[in-house]
């Protein structure tokens, strides 16, 4: 059984680079065809889609947010990261990594998820 | 971005109800259509994928259909466990992945 777990501060300064890892066990990140993906969720509200990364290491972002946004990937770590910088207070938000099973788009492993906060 | 459309927003039905939940894109996705259930404090969970698909270990009683723009979730028979907010999401494209706004369906 895949599980995600989500790790990294809770609370960014406004304009800094909110950083996070998500470490991914029962499985290889590297096996299978999968995309590995962050998505966020401000409170009370919907899902936004971040970005994702390939085993490749290729990667695809939201345009809405592709300036700022860096999803890296480390195999031998079994982990994959997301950096987003110059924060605001509308970034605030829980984060959650997921995994996409790459056919069909489905996303069908999540972590529990990260509340990040931009305040001073 | 495909702009994805839920109606309706919030929804309130009783346990063994038969309930329709709607989604709709702003262009063609052909099925790459997928639904996810989310309940309170916790992550969204997939249900079905390709617009019909039950995922794996999710009951019967969830139903999805459409294709092109105008699709369905539909579960028969409402039990206790259901009530949550529903999501579709859309992955015909990458940029971006776009998600519904979400429907709340509370209990009657």
């Known amino acids: 059984q895949v599980q995600l777990q989500e790790s990294g501060p809770g609370l960014v300064k406004p304009s800094q680079t909110l950083s996070l890892t998500c470490t991914v066990s029962?499985?290889?990140?590297?096996?299978?065809?999968?995309?590995w993906s962050w998505i966020r969720q401000p409170a009370g509200k919907g899902l936004e889609w971040i970005g994702l990364i390939y085993t490749s290491g290729s990667t695809n972002y939201n345009p809405s947010l592709k300036s700022r946004v860096t999803i890296s990937i480390d195999t031998s770590e079994n982990q994959f990261s997301l950096k987003l910088s110059s924060v605001t207070a509308a970034d605030t938000a829980l984060y959650y990594c997921?995994?996409?099973?790459?056919?069909?788009?489905?996303?069908?492993?999540w972590g529990r998820g990260t509340l990040v906060t931009v305040s001073s | 971005d495909i702009q994805m459309t839920q109606s309706p927003s919030s929804l309130s039905a009783s346990v063994r109800d038969r309930v329709t939940i709607t989604c709709r894109a702003s262009q063609s996705i052909s099925n790459y259509l997928n639904w996810y259930q989310q309940k309170p404090g916790k992550a969204p969970k997939l249900l079905i994928y390709a617009a019909s698909i039950l995922q794996s270990g999710v009951p019967s009683r969830f139903s999805g259909s459409g294709s092109g723009t105008d699709f369905t979730l539909t579960i028969s028979s409402l039990q206790p466990e259901d009530f949550a907010t529903y999501y579709c999401?859309?992955?015909?494209?990458?940029?971006?992945?776009?998600f519904g706004q979400g429907t709340k369906l509370e209990i009657k």
């Open positions: 029962g499985g290889s990140i590297s096996s299978g065809s999968y995309y």
């Open positions: 997921a995994r996409d099973q790459g056919s069909w788009g489905r996303i069908d492993y």
């Open positions: 999401q859309q992955s015909y494209s990458t940029l971006p992945y776009t």
